[in-house]
């Protein structure tokens, strides 16, 4: 059993876990102090009951996504897995930390328990949201039209992070142009994997905006300077063209940029 202290000292290093991330994105830097703190206090935690152990991998396993290092990432949320399972928030914050390591594919696997959680949680829009959000990102609009549903039925149109008219102008593109959820999300998922590949760093996030013409994807390098960002884009566009005979320029652009405004 945990005492409630250990409970709080958990939640508490979550906490500076989240900040750290949030820092991570708008700047590219990581408190590197704060990051090594972060560790040791994870470690403790590790040591104490299977409760506190299982809280201490899920820490690592964040901690280690955001020096990018893919190995451990995984290895502790296996650790983190064998002591209890991830559902609700916890498999999100896996999600998100798989995403930020091109691992688009894994993250992909985890999305129908991630939905499958709404009834546990009917009426937490903060899951709600963030369940849309990374369908958003994974370019899932079923999902999404399902998740529409859900925040309707709840009286929660507004909360939804994604405008509904905005999700059914991308399948409306897609139809238009022939083109499948799962060849969208390949393109996106070979890209994001390059990119994470070539820099060796956590990827900042992903964003599309949804045009007439077309949906802009833009991949989130916060480490990058403006030069890096030009080189990226060059690098990505012959990735590509080099891995797919259709890359469908015509209706993704995919580009990199340092930061998304809010």
Not at 77 to 93: F, H, M, R, T
Not at 161 to 176: G, Q, S
Request: proline letters at 4%.
């Amino acid at each position: 059993m945990n005492s409630p202290l250990q409970k709080t000292q958990a939640s508490a290093l979550h906490e500076d876990c989240l900040a750290l991330q949030d820092a991570y994105a708008k700047t590219g830097k990581l408190n590197d102090l704060t990051h090594q703190r972060l560790v040791r206090e994870a470690r403790k935690l590790c040591a104490l009951s299977s409760v506190s152990a299982w809280e201490g991998y899920r820490l690592l396993a964040a901690l280690a996504a955001l020096k990018g290092q893919r190995r451990d990432c995984q290895t502790h949320y296996q650790a983190a897995e064998k002591l209890g399972v991830l559902s609700g928030i916890p498999l999100q914050n896996k999600i998100v930390s798989f995403l930020s390591l091109g691992l688009w594919d894994d993250a992909e696997a985890l999305l129908p328990q991630v939905v499958a959680g709404i009834a546990d949680a009917p009426m937490d829009v903060d899951y709600l949201a963030m369940t849309a959000r990374i369908a958003w990102q994974l370019g899932k609009f079923d999902t999404l039209h399902t998740l529409v549903d859900a925040f309707d039925r709840r009286n929660l149109l507004d909360r939804l992070p994604i405008h509904p008219n905005t999700i059914t102008m991308a399948c409306d593109l897609m139809a238009r142009h022939g083109v499948t959820e799962q060849a969208v999300f390949e393109r996106i998922a070979f890209a994001t994997a390059q990119l994470f590949t070539r820099y060796s760093k956590p990827l900042g996030g992903f964003c599309c905006v949804v045009l007439p013409v077309g949906i802009r994807c833009q991949i989130v390098l916060p480490f990058a300077s403006i030069a890096e960002v030009v080189e990226a884009d060059f690098f990505l566009a012959e990735q590509m063209v080099a891995q797919f005979e259709h890359p469908l320029a015509d209706l993704i652009t995919l580009s990199t940029t340092r930061s998304v405004e809010p």
